[in-house]
């Protein structure tokens, strides 16, 4: 199966600032078939983007993907108080779906 | 309104078996593959189990290979999840998740609509 290791584990950022998250996967993940969630407190994930770079629907578009192979990146380009949460990674190219551990994502 | 409803969590002792179900709503259920992902309080993500349109291709997570089986019946609009000989490193939060129509099979597509989950708790 295809292990995703997210960093930093936490990012401790101010409202304005800009976000990188990272996602390295232990192999290719084919056809840069790799989503992003973000999950608040009490809250079901909610997907933000797919195949690498595609925003979902209604997903602002300070939120961008980038990445192929094995190296992703989620970049949130001025936060917003609501953005902070926990960001997963996910790759769905192979047939064990796997998700990264998240990333905390908190008020500095 | 999508809408994807889990039920049938609850507390069960080791070795016991649970079903869990997931009601569909608003949307064509036989156009979408399934799949069902678990939370263990305090942690992240754990995909299970996904099944595609037709049930014509079935995955598992390793952890439960052989214990869980996933199933639908596309005229209810439902999704199922049987869970034999239960540990107590199964106890999580178990969402029903919807990825992308198309296809024969039940990946290459994001999980675009996610339930509220149902809580399962395994303990003697």
């Known amino acids: 199966e295809i292990v995703l290791t997210q960093s930093p584990a936490t990012l401790s950022l101010s409202p304005g600032e800009r976000a990188t998250l990272s996602c390295g996967a232990s192999?290719?993940?084919?056809?840069?078939?790799l989503a992003w969630y973000q999950q608040k407190p009490g809250l079901a994930p909610r997907l933000l983007i797919y195949d690498a770079s595609s925003r979902a629907t209604g997903i602002p578009d300070r939120f961008s993907g980038s990445g192929s192979g094995t190296d992703f990146t989620l970049t949130i380009s001025r936060l917003e108080p609501e953005d902070f949460a926990v960001y997963y990674c996910q790759q769905y190219g192979s047939s064990a779906i796997t998700f990264g551990q998240g990333t905390r994502l908190e008020i500095k | 309104e999508v809408q994807l409803v889990e039920s049938g969590g609850g507390l069960v002792q080791p070795g016991r078996s649970l079903r869990l179900s997931c009601a569909a709503s608003?949307?064509?259920?036989?156009?979408?593959?399934m799949h069902w992902v678990r939370q263990a309080p305090g942690k992240g993500l754990e995909w299970v189990s996904g099944?595609?349109?037709?049930?014509?291709?079935?995955g598992y997570a390793d952890s439960v290979k052989g214990r869980f089986t996933i199933s639908r019946d596309n005229a209810k609009n439902s999704l199922y999840l049987q869970m034999n000989s239960l540990r107590a490193e199964d106890t999580a939060l178990y969402y029903c998740a919807r990825s992308g129509g198309g296809g024969s099979g039940y990946y290459h597509d994001a999980f675009d609509i996610w339930g509220q989950g149902t809580m399962v708790t395994v303990s003697s």
């Open positions: 099944i595609s349109w037709n049930s014509g291709s079935i």
């Open positions: 608003g949307f064509t259920f036989d156009d979408y593959a």
């Open positions: 192999q290719s993940v084919s056809s840069s078939y």
